[in-house]
């Protein structure tokens, strides 16, 4: 079975940093295309970023050169440095993951992710 679990979030004030982790468990971790998505009160669920071992990372324009996603293998962990934090950025973050077939490029469309984790709250102050 399948188990994504997120950690790191908190509160933080504007130009502040923090790391999101997502320990993963129950399949094979280098052949998923991993991702990071954030949902705020009142708006849809947004792609952050993406990285598979076969692709290049990929972020949405809101976060490129701020956030940077990365993976260590030997821990099936996945993370997320986030840092100039913008008020902006505060919503619930998930990391969800997909096999590397579901996914083409492993794009960050949310609907082709088949794994999520239960998600960790960040919130950042002006």
């Known amino acids: 079975q399948v188990h994504m679990a997120e950690s790191g979030g908190g509160s933080v004030q504007s130009g502040g940093s923090l790391r999101l982790s997502c320990t993963t468990s129950?399949?094979?971790?280098?052949?998923?295309?991993m991702g990071w998505f954030r949902q705020a009160p009142g708006k849809e669920r947004e792609g952050v970023a993406s990285?598979?071992?076969?692709?290049?990372?990929k972020y949405a324009d809101s976060v490129k050169g701020r956030f940077t996603i990365s993976r260590d293998n030997a821990k099936n962990t996945l993370y997320l440095q986030m840092d100039s934090l913008k008020p902006e950025d505060t919503a619930m973050y998930y990391c969800?993951?997909?096999?590397?077939?579901?996914?083409?490029?492993?794009?960050?469309?949310?609907?082709?992710?088949?794994?999520w984790g239960q998600g960790t709250q960040v919130t950042v102050s002006s």
């Open positions: 969800a993951a997909a096999p590397l077939s579901y996914v083409m490029a492993c794009a960050l469309r949310g609907d082709r992710y088949l794994y």
């Open positions: 990285l598979s071992s076969v692709t290049t990372a």
């Open positions: 129950g399949y094979t971790y280098r052949s998923y295309c």
